[in-house]
């Protein structure tokens, strides 16, 4: 199920909406009924691994409930073993082990395990709480309440990585308070602002970049199609830009505010800016759970701190690639990514002062570069599309290139989701209401006459 699709919009959501609706009058049935909604949302959507959700959840949860008890910190560094153990065996064990056939020479055989969905999340948000619970940030919690912040239905499979402080004292608040309307208002509108990305722009784009990726992964690209394909990241940006915003809409729905995960990327002016534009939540965990601890490990001599806090930067990053997929080319693209941002640090500290409009179209044409290597899935079919890019522009294409104006003219103009929304919504009016409700009627009707493409971040 997802969040574009009909059997969501017009079955799920009301339903869940209409349940709550009933229950929100009882403080003791809202969590629980929360958690039920999400586990339906999972399994409906996953059914073959929702166990494996729910097992996830008990076992995670107890280690937390032993360590209450003997305060022993080898109990959580178990847990978040095993659920990175868990992580590895869905996500990377078919990588590890034809990269162990290339190495040994020999064809060792797969497993056809498939990938629970949201499985990367999930694991995120287990390692989140049980992390802070070790360092005595994190208080226990009891089992319904840890099951909802793991299993949100909004944020379980794409996040935003909300953090159990932000999130965990929302749960089980009353929504039907006075001022619940406006409240349904600024929900609405991340809403469809954020359907309005993917299924217009973003799947629009899609349509027009997936056969000449296709055609890349078999050999070099002709007719100035590379310079189509250089555009995959605003193809993402508006995909991944518009699931969040549909996550923090259907959480006010459910009276939790979930943190922004975007704002206004591609106009950053230099690469450190960007990564603190983009995907927000994700470096944030990356920050604090694996860049600072490495940068925090004494095992060089002071003089080579530098080197440390450098070497840092380039694994946490390798690790951001690799996150995203089990693939050299997304190592390759966070290896990229982190010379980047050395780059970057040590430009500003000894290199000459660059006007902002430089930086951004740097930071722009850098940004698409690295998108191509992203997308293509293998370096070979990167290096067709770099390559085309000596064709000239394919303007014979004409109306049918409307996507790829619109994208960046909204990437580079437009500010955050969330300040769009906060000016439309600072006061109540009709006009806009109305104009509100027609638009996510043409959204639907939009739709329903085109194939459904899955949101991009559901792979990783």
Request: aromatic residues 18%; hydrophobic residues 55%.
């Amino acid at each position: 199920m997802l969040f574009n699709d009909y059997p969501f919009l017009l079955v799920f959501l009301p339903a869940a909406l209409l349940i709550y609706r009933l229950v929100d009058p009882f403080p003791h049935l809202r969590i629980g009924v929360q958690v039920a909604l999400s586990l339906a949302f999972y399994g409906w959507g996953s059914p073959s691994f929702i166990l494996l959700l729910i097992a996830s959840i008990a076992v995670n949860w107890f280690a937390s409930v032993v360590y209450g008890r003997v305060k022993w910190k080898t109990v959580l560094t178990l847990a978040v073993l095993l659920d990175l153990g868990v992580l590895a065996l869905f996500k990377y064990a078919n990588f590890i082990l034809a990269n162990l056939g290339h190495v040994f020479e020999a064809t060792l055989p797969t497993l056809d395990i498939g990938l629970p969905l949201g499985i990367s999340f999930f694991t995120f948000h287990h390692i989140m709480y049980l992390v802070d619970l070790k360092r005595g940030k994190a208080p226990l919690y009891t089992l319904d309440r840890y099951a909802l912040y793991i299993a949100f239905f909004p944020q379980a499979i794409a996040g935003p990585l909300a953090r159990w402080s932000e999130v965990m004292h929302q749960f089980g608040r009353q929504v039907y308070v006075p001022g619940w309307q406006r409240q349904f208002c600024i929900a609405t509108c991340f809403i469809a602002l954020g359907l309005f990305q993917k299924v217009v722009i973003a799947d629009s784009i899609a349509h027009l970049l997936d056969p000449i990726y296709t055609q890349a992964a078999g050999g070099p690209l002709g007719s100035g199609d590379a310079w189509l394909a250089f555009c995959f990241s605003f193809q993402i940006l508006f995909d991944f830009s518009g699931y969040s915003d549909i996550a923090i809409g259907l959480g006010l729905l459910f009276g939790v505010q979930l943190p922004y995960n975007f704002n206004a990327p591609l106009r950053s002016t230099n690469i450190q800016d960007f990564w603190q534009r983009w995907h927000i939540t994700l470096m944030l965990f990356l920050r604090d759970y694996v860049f600072y601890p490495l940068v925090n490990l004494r095992f060089l001599p002071r003089r080579w701190l530098p080197v440390q806090f450098f070497g840092a930067m380039l694994i946490t990053m390798a690790l951001c690639g690799l996150w995203h997929g089990a693939s050299w080319t997304f190592v390759l693209w966070g290896v990229v990514h982190g010379l980047a941002q050395i780059a970057c640090s040590l430009w500003r500290r000894y290199g000459p002062h660059f006007p902002s409009w430089l930086g951004w179209a740097l930071t722009v044409l850098f940004v698409l570069a690295t998108g191509v290597i992203f997308r293509a899935g293998s370096v070979e079919a990167a290096w067709h599309v770099f390559v085309g890019l000596t064709q000239p522009l394919p303007l014979a294409r004409g109306p049918h290139l409307w996507p790829l104006i619109v994208a960046p003219l909204f990437a580079f103009l437009l500010p955050a989701s969330q300040d769009i929304v906060a000016f439309f919504t600072r006061r109540p009016n009709l006009f806009l209401a109305g104009i509100l409700g027609l638009g996510l009627f043409a959204l639907l009707l939009h739709m329903g006459g085109r194939d459904l493409h899955e949101f991009v971040y559901f792979k990783f």
